[in-house]
């Protein structure tokens, strides 16, 4: 397939879909390989960016959605007449913060860190799907684990995970840069295989 008829496709594809689209589907369906796909979606990313279109093409870790360039955001909301979504309170954020670095983490972690009950601020990132159920913690009790969803990365502006700015503890007066091998491993078990 030409590079210009695989950019045509993959756009067709982003339009019709609506949703994120796993570049790994996408190079099943159009017969070639992944690094293909995401060498002609950079391009239409930056073609759309520098012509200043009206939208705009996201990259979710490895899937591509299309969406409203967020400068033409208060046209597209009064055309469609919606309303702008809730704002995160400070315990949401905090709630969600926790999860986003800790990822997967249960209730009671959160809880642990943030020193306060955090079930309602959970309630409501489950409900605005920035959080989701991923498994359950294999401990007595098994409690839920959560992580963050592909919403959280839009909504945010992250491309992946890894795009998070690193974070800061203060431990005996003074600043520390924390470490991967600071994070608390947990041993998941999958949703589907839990009882």
Known sequence: MEYSDLQRALEAILFASGDPMPAQRMA?????????IHEAMQSLMDSY?????????????????????GEWSACVTRALETRKPPKLSASQLETLTVIAYY?????????QI???????????LLNKNLIEECGRLNVPGRPILYRTTADFLRT??????????????????KKEQLEISDLPLQEAVPSETAP
Do not use: N, W
């Open 114 to 124: 943030r020193g306060v009950d955090s079930s309602y601020s959970v309630g409501a």
């Open 49 to 69: 960016a520098f012509d200043r279109r009206g939208i705009r093409i996201l990259r979710l870790e490895d899937s591509y959605q299309m969406c409203s360039a």
């Open 103 to 111: 990822q997967p983490a249960t209730k009671a972690y959160v809880e």
């Open 28 to 36: 099943a369906v159009l017969e070639c390989d992944v690094d293909q």
């Open 156 to 173: 945010f502006g992250l491309q992946s995970l890894e795009d998070l700015p690193p974070i800061e503890r203060v431990q005996l007066g």
